[in-house]
């Protein structure tokens, strides 16, 4: 079982969730989720990033991942910091965004209380990693992740849902990420 809420090795994959301060639906919008796509494909490409499930809700993403080089805190700690100020930038520069105001002054407001922000903090500060070293929490955590947008209902069927690994798990199709299946 995990020691606390630390990554304590590389022997088996983690179930992470990193959420949108204040639960604010950011990824309501195409754009918002296809820069977080590109940041993922980036760090698989370039920091050793396993993927091997992931989801994006309107609120929040779940991923099942691991590394290659036994640094899943540096790499998920970078992804967050470069995916906060991609997304916060193109908030601000969205003319097309209607909740803009309401977003910035939300990401404002919570980086002025946390001291390791400059400016604004987009994440929620812990993304809680699970280890999944039993095959029943294994499991539980895919299932889990890939039926959440069936039970937000946006779709019938887990395999459906576009922004998921679902289809590469349910279908012969690939997905938008390179995945390790599990």
């Known amino acids: 079982m995990p020691n606390g809420y630390r990554v304590s090795g590389n022997e088996f994959p983690y179930f992470v969730t990193f959420t949108v301060i204040g639960w604010a639906d950011v990824f ?3 754009i918002y989720k296809e820069l977080l796509l ?13 993927l091997h499930a992931w989801v994006i809700m309107t609120n929040h993403l779940h991923l099942i991942v691991n590394s290659k080089n036994n640094n899943l805190p540096g790499i998920i700690r970078d992804l967050k910091s470069y995916t906060s100020k991609r997304i916060t930038d193109c ?6 965004e209607s909740k803009k105001d309401w977003l910035i002054n939300l990401f404002k407001e919570a980086g002025k209380k946390n001291s390791d922000n400059s400016i604004f903090q987009f994440w929620k500060q812990n993304y809680h990693p699970i280890e999944l070293s039993y095959p029943f929490i ?9 039926n959440n947008p069936v039970k937000a209902g946006l779709v019938w069927e887990p395999w459906n849902f576009k922004y998921s690994s679902a289809i590469d798990y ?9 995945i390790k299946r599990l």
Request: hydrophobic content about 30%.
């Open 28 to 30: 309501s919008r195409e």
């Open 38 to 50: 590109e940041d993922l494909n980036y760090c698989i490409k370039n920091k050793g990033l396993i």
């Open 91 to 96: 908030i601000i520069k969205n003319n097309k």
């Open 138 to 146: 294994l499991n539980q955590r895919m299932n889990y992740l890939h």
């Open 170 to 178: 349910y279908t012969n199709e690939k997905g938008l990420l390179e």
